[in-house]
């Protein structure tokens, strides 16, 4: 029964009674119980999700709020025990006021309450949050509140309220989860003279729900309720969890105080600046350091030399207590520490130009993993990463420190084509969406070229292709590592096959391409049957990256960065054989992209080149017929095979 999405706990446990007790009595229970047949498949149900929202200081949006939730999940097979742990995650703002819960046999209303059993808040524990494998250091909490009885057939109830000091980033409502859902409720007490704005996206697209508007003494009630959701199931290649959910988002747009107040994108952007005024200030140090970095790579783009410097000199860490989860440290101070978060690394990077004159703004973004955004709903919380926008002919150019393995020019998948926010000197901003790179510009070439047991590899990586391979090139031991991985990413298939030999041919300084050459042994590529031999050219192209999919689906097929990926197979045919047979070409043009394959024959020598250019990075529901067709065109090469004979042979 998690308040919010789950997030991975860390060690260091800690039973307080920091919370005040629960109601000092409970209701009777409701007639909501559910027959396990109307939720076929499910563990538990969510017989009602309710919360109350009213805010501290009906003038003054940044005094923060109050929410109070209550929920009753029933528990149908001996998987939905664990819905009897509650979850509550608490921020540096937030504190957990009073919790209480209690575990009862489903019945109709008016039966007798049989075998209750009830706990409080002092039997509440408190974990520190610990992700990304210590990437991540914060102040953040992990409340835990185990609720007796939570069996099989029995209903559990949870009542808490959290209290929280801002409300400039007021956490969306989700109506939905991970098991059935009867009825799910928002309730917020707008007070008097203010206006709130909303957002609902549902599903994979964004949509409308209207409250229902109810006078209230000081203001108005608005309430927002769906009732009978399905789970929300991720598909493969799916969506991630955070874009299917069924979700609300709050901001405050007007109140008489002005504080906390956000009525439209630029006055988010002026909050931002706030928080990042008088840090950029560099000398002595990084002046030394930058000047003597800038001596050795006199030519290209000194914005590029400079995104260089401080991706490759400071590492990523988080370390966010208190307003440190919005307010970055001063750039000298990161410079110093050789390390910083997003919004760290940005800040230094940002001084940097400032300093050599290159003007660059920050840019707020909204990653894939983050959730649905909304327009129309400008608040600090539709973000959860900064960037560089660095302005270029109208438009901009985007860079990101924190991709180590990232070219200047390039942004990681996890933030093209998504909204972002440039915040611009001025007081203005404005949302953009980020570009999603061409597929030319990931580029997958391989060319194996076969002389009897011997083979040369090369390969050439662009854009994307080229991530995976930058870490072996830092690494001590290069040359054994990247052997080891020629052998597994692409030797895999070849029986019998070992590397010999292997190396970078060229490291270029712009980060965004890389060319491998290998020689490898293959004694049994080719094998023999009766007087023919075949060398099949699928144990050198791979296979082919099927996406496998229901043939009914609800969400989008994403397929992850477009790109092209080249195979070519040349074989030299040896002096006493000839050939005999080769695939024919093949052509196919789908909604995902184009494959097509093409031989070529000469005296002594065969040529097999494979190209998927796939242009698409996601495909619709009704659209997967063609994909299906795609992968079937691209799989089936896979087993066909170049056939040779002897040259006596008719």
Same mark, same amino acid.
């Given at each position: ?195 709130? $704005? ?8 964004? %949509?409308? =729900?209207? &409250?229902?508007? #109810?006078? *209230? ?96 000199? $400071? ?8 307003? %440190?989860? =919005?307010? &970055?440290?001063? #750039?000298? *101070? ?96 404005? $949302? ?219």
């Amino acid at each position: 029964m998690n308040a919010q999405p789950c997030v991975l706990l860390g060690a260091g446990l800690a039973v307080l009674s920091a919370c005040a007790h629960g109601p000092a009595a409970w209701p009777p229970p409701v007639d909501m119980g559910l027959p396990p047949d109307r939720a076929p498949g499910a563990d538990a149900v969510h017989l009602s999700r309710t919360a109350e929202l009213r805010f501290l200081d009906h003038s003054d949006p940044s005094a923060g709020y109050e929410l109070t939730v209550h929920e009753l999940v029933q528990v149908l097979t001996p998987g939905g025990r664990a819905l009897g742990r509650v979850l509550i995650p608490l921020d540096y703002w937030t504190r957990l006021e009073s919790i209480a819960g209690r575990s009862y046999l489903a019945q109709s209303v008016g039966a007798a309450m049989s075998s209750q059993l009830v706990a409080d808040g002092k039997d509440v524990a408190f974990f520190p949050v610990v992700v990304e494998g210590g990437a991540h250091y914060s102040d953040n909490r992990i409340a835990i509140f185990d609720v007796p009885g939570a069996h099989v057939g029995r209903v559990v109830e949870v009542r808490y309220k959290v209290r929280s000091r801002q409300s400039f980033a007021l956490a969306p409502w989700t109506f939905d989860g991970a098991i059935p859902t009867r009825r799910s409720r928002l309730t917020v007490l707008e007070p008097a003279g203010w206006k709130l $704005i909303w957002g609902y996206s549902g599903g994979d697209r964004s %949509g409308s =729900l209207a &409250p229902v508007i #109810a006078p *209230a003494e000081g203001g108005r009630w608005l309430t927002w309720e769906q009732r009978d959701l399905p789970a929300v199931e991720e598909e493969p290649y799916g969506l991630p969890p955070a874009q299917l959910l069924r979700t609300l988002q709050l901001a405050v747009a007007e109140a008489p105080s002005g504080r906390g107040v956000y009525g439209d994108w630029s006055a988010v952007g002026r909050f931002y600046r706030s928080l990042t005024a008088g840090l950029g200030g560099v000398t002595g140090e990084v002046d030394r350091d930058l000047a003597q970095h800038l001596a050795a790579h006199p030519n290209g783009d000194e914005a590029d030399a400079i995104y260089r410097f401080v991706r490759n000199r $400071i590492r990523y860490v988080a370390i966010r207590e208190g307003i %440190g989860a =919005l307010k &970055p440290h001063p #750039a000298s *101070a990161v410079y110093a520490a050789r390390f910083g978060d997003c919004k760290d690394m940005v800040t230094l990077l940002l001084a940097l130009y400032a300093k050599r004159g290159i003007t660059a703004f920050p840019a707020l973004v909204s990653t894939r993993s983050h959730g649905p955004f909304h327009a129309d709903v400008p608040t600090t919380s539709a973000f959860d990463h900064v960037i560089v926008a660095i302005p270029r002919e109208g438009s901009y150019r985007f860079t990101d420190p924190t991709a180590r393995n990232h070219a200047f020019s390039m942004l990681p998948w996890e933030v093209q084509g998504q909204q972002a926010l440039v915040v611009i000197d001025d007081g203005r901003s404005e $949302i953009v969406k980020l570009p999603i790179a061409a597929a030319e510009a990931n580029r997958h070439e391989v060319t194996w070229h076969v002389r009897g047991d011997v083979a040369t590899l090369g390969i050439r990586l662009e854009g994307e292709a080229v991530i995976p391979w930058r870490p072996l090139q830092r690494a001590e031991d290069a040359r054994r590592r990247l052997i080891r991985a020629l052998e597994t990413s692409y030797a895999s298939d070849l029986d019998g096959a070992a590397v010999d030999d292997a190396g970078w041919a060229e490291v270029p300084a712009s980060d965004d391409a890389l060319t491998i050459r290998a020689t490898v042994r293959v004694p049994r590529a080719t094998v023999a049957l009766g007087d023919r031999r075949f060398i099949g050219f699928g144990q050198f192209f791979g296979v082919a990256p099927e996406v496998r999919v229901p043939a009914e689906r609800l969400s989008p097929v994403e397929l992850g960065p477009p790109g092209v990926w080249v195979h070519r197979l040349i074989v030299d045919v040896p002096a006493d054989a000839r050939i005999e047979r080769v695939p024919p070409p093949v052509r196919v043009r789908t909604a995902g992209g184009r494959y097509e394959l093409r031989v070529e024959t000469g005296p002594g020598r065969v040529e097999i080149t494979r190209v998927m250019d796939r242009q698409a990075h996601r495909i619709a529901p009704n659209e997967l017929g063609e994909l299906r067709r795609f992968n079937e065109a691209y799989a089936s090469h896979g087993r066909d095979a170049v056939v040779l004979a002897p040259v006596n042979l008719p």
